[in-house]
């Protein structure tokens, strides 16, 4: 298949799913995960993105989220975001969203039916009284407090060994089951449950086109794999 016919597709759609991972941001200039640039003081994003880490050294946990906060703080939407939000607002009704960053880009960009799987960046949750609340304060104390309940609170996002919210995943299930195009931008696939998603959008018919810079998990399912960069190739193809 051809960028041609994939266009085509895209516009013709009853209904299209989109999967975004940490390439899309990467073209903000937001690190990605695997490769060596998601290295942080020499530990892997595996070893702290865990309930277990938290637990025997919160200190650490929030050093890190603090260090992408200011980051992220300084990022961008590109093209690639901005391209979703202009096909979203020509077919809201076909359309959804399903990222696995916590950036807040997409919504950042203006994107609406969206599914923050892995959760925000900018939300912490306390792990005493569970409130989830806003936060965008830079640098966050070394080990932020609720105000309600003074338990200590964590960032609202999903960890490895955790599970993502039931909403989220019925949601989601609903997208990919019912959407003629599942389009998947930047991610290498590897992580579980979005790992399952293109599988199950190719079962109930739909046709899969990848966007990445290279092969991944997910590229034997696909129609088209386009190699190149989210920012380039996303606003092509919408
Ligand atoms: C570009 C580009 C450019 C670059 N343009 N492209 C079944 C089998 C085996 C294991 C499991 C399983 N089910 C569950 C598990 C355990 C685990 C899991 O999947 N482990 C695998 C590693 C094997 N999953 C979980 O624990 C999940 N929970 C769960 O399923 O609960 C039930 C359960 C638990 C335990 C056992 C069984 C069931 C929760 C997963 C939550 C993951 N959260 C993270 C960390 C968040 C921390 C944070 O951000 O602060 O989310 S992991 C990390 O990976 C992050 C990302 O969202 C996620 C995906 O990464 P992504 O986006 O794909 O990034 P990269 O870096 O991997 O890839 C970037 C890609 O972009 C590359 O391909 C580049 O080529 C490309 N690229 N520049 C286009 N410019
Ligand atoms: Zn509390």
């Known amino acids: 298949m051809t960028l041609l016919a994939a266009r085509s597709h895209i516009a013709t759609a009853r209904a299209i799913t989109i999967l975004t991972g940490a390439g899309i941001s990467a073209d903000s200039g937001v690190p990605t995960f695997r490769g060596p640039e998601g290295l942080w003081r020499n530990y892997r994003a595996e070893d702290l993105a865990t309930p277990e880490a938290f637990a025997s050294d919160p200190r650490l946990v929030w050093d890190w989220y603090n260090w992408r906060r200011e980051l992220v703080a300084t990022k961008q939407p590109n093209p690639a975001h901005l391209a979703l939000v202009d096909l979203e607002r020509r077919r809201p009704e076909a359309f959804w969203l399903i990222t696995q960053n916590v950036d807040g880009l997409h919504h950042a960009a203006g994107s609406q039916h969206l599914s923050e799987i892995h959760g925000n960046i900018w939300k912490v949750r306390c792990t005493g009284c569970g409130l989830v609340s806003d936060n965008r304060t830079i640098p966050l104390q070394t080990l932020p407090i609720c105000l309600q309940c003074s338990g200590l609170l964590r960032p609202h996002i999903v960890w490895f060994?955790?599970?993502?919210?039931?909403?989220?995943?019925?949601?989601?299930?609903?997208?990919?089951?019912?959407?003629?195009?599942?389009?998947?931008?930047?991610?290498?696939?590897?992580?579980?449950?979005?790992?399952?998603?293109?599988?199950?959008?190719?079962?109930?018919?739909?046709?899969?086109?990848?966007?990445?810079?290279?092969?991944?998990?997910?590229?034997?399912?696909?129609?088209?794999?386009?190699?190149?960069?989210?920012?380039?190739?996303?606003?092509?193809?919408?």
Do not use: W
């Open 161 to 238: 060994g955790e599970s993502l919210h039931e909403d989220d995943l019925r949601r989601c299930n609903e997208a990919l089951r019912s959407c003629d195009v599942l389009l998947m931008i930047g991610t290498s696939g590897v992580v579980y449950p979005a790992a399952g998603f293109a599988a199950i959008a190719k079962q109930a018919g739909a046709l899969i086109i990848e966007i990445n810079l290279e092969n991944t998990q997910q590229s034997s399912l696909a129609d088209l794999s386009l190699q190149g960069r989210a920012k380039d190739l996303v606003p092509l193809l919408c």
